[in-house]
């Protein structure tokens, strides 16, 4: 271990300002509607003629991460990029984004430092200006909020899926969750047996996943590029099922979605089994993929189908048909949404 | 007490996204800068050819509000104003607002509705439209995280306060810290004996500017039909020395203050003897007035000067010279920055 990582100063040395400035002092502005960033009341941003996107999260210890296998520069890192998924998921470009932080004061400067360098790594992945934040004291668990603010042309909401309209999501889904679980799983045999090291070498991606989530940068300026706008579009954070019910109740249509179409990686098919899932239930009701969900016009179709890491999944049908999932043995389950429940199990 | 009063719902009935339907059931857009708002990925808003200014705050229990004083109407209210007065401190307009909230279940849907209640007054009071925000569970205490937008032509930050320049503040100093002393001590009371009723008839003034601060709205408009731009402002969330000093750091000047002209309300000299504490140092120290704190150039003075409520207390002198206040007996005192340790105690 170096020196450095030796170093434990209490941010109480600090100050709240200094520590403000301590953790913020390598960030700039880059962009030119970046008018005036962290240090005043409110930052300051100039937008032309294009619509400006806003998202926010708020992300509590013991509920949205686990400090125990959380890396802080990872939480930093993943704190950022689920509200970037969810400016992607507007077909739009994210530019900046405010990072607040609620922290006891047993944690280091050397701790916060590893977040705000998650942060910075973030920002210079994907070309985003941190503007602002608040920095607070928490009596409890550690809280993160985040907002983010991106432009668009064109942006595409959850409300304007079409009858016909094929629906595709990128990447693959239900990793993260497994992620979760074999860290869950191993965070109980180390608290019952702390001589034993984890064993998570194997399943490298599904940890990934979970831990260090990407969002879909690329898909934007593919669609881009592709002068493709999908009819709706929305990030996968809750689970392909509750994601997709929010389109169809939004759109005010049904879907049918084809279970032997719903992308997989091997680990996840593998893992599941061992936690005796159905690696189909992980896709469906795991989030946390932040892969994106969208509907295309058939005019589109040809542009789409042979794209790698990109499946159509089923199609968007008359809301009289209501939300199914046909299995691999032909059978139509109806789609259920999960939510609160989800999230305190998860 | 009524029949709509003893209803007790458990929000764990309602589904995490039945509840943010319930919650914002009553939230429309006003703003034509406001395009689509709840209920998707991220909420879009257009800007003209005007500046945008965004400011974000992140509400811990047990450190920024205590719900065993705290009415569930007044803290949304709160939470949105607090937000709002740094827009104002741009000397920008606010437009739109995000309301995020962490709560464990043992919350019913009721105080929620209160909660949100609090933030439709806050709505309709100062014009804003609520456009979106994230629900979620929380293990421990509840959390709250806003973040305010607005537009303006010529914003105003804490940096360019200039040499010679009038320091003015508005309305009165120390009150919503004392309201908050009060609060604290009758906590204790009941505590020790919840016979005892608790006696805040007397200081409904105090208990108001801690509970139910209002933002300057008003002073912001002034400006404008006055044609007046101060030079640097701030909005007074942390005390009086704490953001005089923000603005000469920040503007790399000193300033001099004098005791004298710092205006306090009759319950707040009252009470501040109560407790054996100077006035004046709640003044400096206590923070959270939301009022604000700016410097004007001498050619405006005059339209200052004789305004009620507008108090010139001090002027902004070379940064040689440091930052003090001038006490009562003719004795300078250098200005002591407050922050994290005045979080801990307050």
Redo the contacts between chains.
Sequence with gaps: MSEKEQTHTP??N??????IDQLTRNFSLHHPQS??GI???????????Q??????????????FDLMYSPFKHLGYKAVIVNL???Y??N?QPL?F?F???IS?KFTLEALEALYDGVATACKHYGVDL????T??????M?I?V????I?QN?V???TAQVGDYIVVSGDLGAAYLGLQLLEREKRIFLENPAIQPALQEHTYLIERQLKPEARRDLYEWFKAQNITPTA???ISDGLSSDIL?ICK?SKVGCVLFEDNIPLHPQTIEVARQFNISPTTCALNGGEDYELLFCINPKDLSAVENVEGLHIIGKIVDASEDCHLVSRDGRAHKLI?Q???A??TK
């Design positions: 941010i109480s600090l100050g709240e300002f200094g520590l008018i005036l240090g005043d009341d409110a930052a300051v941003l100039d937008f032309g003629q619509k400006t996107v806003v998202s926010t999260d708020l992300l509590m210890e013991g509920v949205h998924s969810d400016i998921a507007m739009a900046q405010t607040s932080i609620a004061s503007i602002g934040g608040d607070s004291n928490s009596l409890s668990g809280a909020s907002t983010a603010i991106g668009t942006y909401c959850r409300s579009m929305i990030d929010h939004q949404a939510g609160w429940n999230l305190h």
